[in-house]
């Protein structure tokens, strides 16, 4: 214990239970955005590089699944199959790497921001499709091991990657508050964590992803029980402006605004309305998926033949019948 103990922390400047709970939604809300789009943009590079010919954007919001269903299907080459795989382990490294190695300033809200777009990375890059069996159907084809088993090994990664970026926020709590006993390390994450997970659920739970709310309830969980169990070292750093009066005030209509923009420019999917962004002649449309097709122009033939590839001729080859050597009399 630091030579000023307990004592000390009570007299650092801190924010209100109010603002630190309203910061964190927001940074959390705004970080699954962000994810939203980096999911969007991969799943347009594969798309692409599998044979989709169009100037399109696609934007996954958060509550509804990510690849296009019609870009899932033929014609497309097996690069695109390789996408959640992809996602998944990018997913996980970028968010390893925010919270252990990126270069931020001592601003508390800064800091927030970085664990609440880690968390976002992993719930929606890794733990999401983790519960969809089919997002592992090329690894078990090359590798022989059931999907079944990828997405348990996507899971404990996932819920592992949750448990570290838990302790690194912990840790960083440790400058602000008292997070000795357990009791007010429970008292700091129901006012950060519980809210916004339980929000992400709700809007998967409405629009029918369901790997949404499992993904949401594991990362839960797993946060919790890191909260419970490990009590946090000791930490003298300075952190400024740990009030955070002016993020509690201007986040929230920050995130509200990101969530009607994407709202209003893609559509809400329980109403079967979902759109994309066509940008076509130096016009931007707002295209319904139900209407998409037609506009969609691919360089693929099948989805397994590619128009830049050669076809093998076939060889008919007629073995004769082996004729054997008469034997040569002694």
């Known amino acids: 214990m630091s030579i000023y103990g307990e004592n000390g922390l009570r007299f650092r400047p801190a924010p209100n239970p109010l603002a ?20 969007s943009l991969t799943d347009l590079a594969f798309a692409r590089a599998a044979g989709l010919n169009a100037p399109l954007y696609h934007h996954a919001p958060i509550g509804w699944p990510a690849p296009l269903p019609i870009l899932a299907a033929p014609p497309l080459a ?18 390893f790497l925010l919270v252990w190695f990126w270069p931020t ?12 777009l ?37 899971l404990a990664a996932g819920a592992w990657t949750v448990v570290l970026i838990q302790r690194k926020l912990t840790d960083l709590l440790m400058n602000v508050f008292p997070m000795w006993t357990p009791g007010q390390r ?10 916004p997970f339980g929000l992400f659920a709700a809007a998967c739970w409405i629009n029918d992803y369901r790997p949404g709310v499992w993904a949401s ?45 994407t709202l209003f ?45 050669i076809e093998p001729p076939e060889l008919d080859i007629r073995w004769s019948k082996e004729r054997r050597k008469p034997a040569v009399k002694p």
């Open 20 to 39: 630190l709970g309203a910061t964190m939604t927001s940074l959390l809300v705004i970080g699954a955005a962000l994810t939203a789009v980096l999911i």
């Open 78 to 95: 097996p690069l695109y199959t390789w996408l959640m795989p992809t996602v998944i382990a990018g997913s996980l490294s970028i968010a």
């Open 105 to 116: 300033e001592q601003r508390f809200d800064t800091r927030l921001f970085i664990h609440a």
């Open 118 to 154: 880690a968390f976002d990375l992993v719930i929606w890059g890794a733990l999401a499709p983790a519960f969809v069996f089919r997002s592992f159907e090329r690894l078990t084809l090359y590798s022989g091991i059931p999907a079944v088993a990828w997405s348990l090994v996507a």
């Open 186 to 195: 429970l008292m700091r994450w129901m006012i950060m964590i519980p809210l």
């Open 217 to 261: 309830a594991a990362a839960l969980a797993a946060s919790l029980l890191e909260t419970l169990s490990r009590r946090p070292k000791e930490r003298h750093e300075e952190i400024r402006n740990p009030e955070m009066r002016e993020a509690a005030f201007t986040l929230p209509l920050v995130a509200a605004g990101v969530v009607a923009l």
């Open 265 to 309: 420019a893609f559509g809400l999917p329980h109403r079967g309305t979902q759109r994309a962004v066509v940008l076509d002649d130096g016009s931007v449309k707002r295209v319904r998926l139900s209407a998409l097709r037609p506009l969609l122009r691919f360089d693929a033939l099948r989805s397994d033949i590619r128009k830049d590839q």
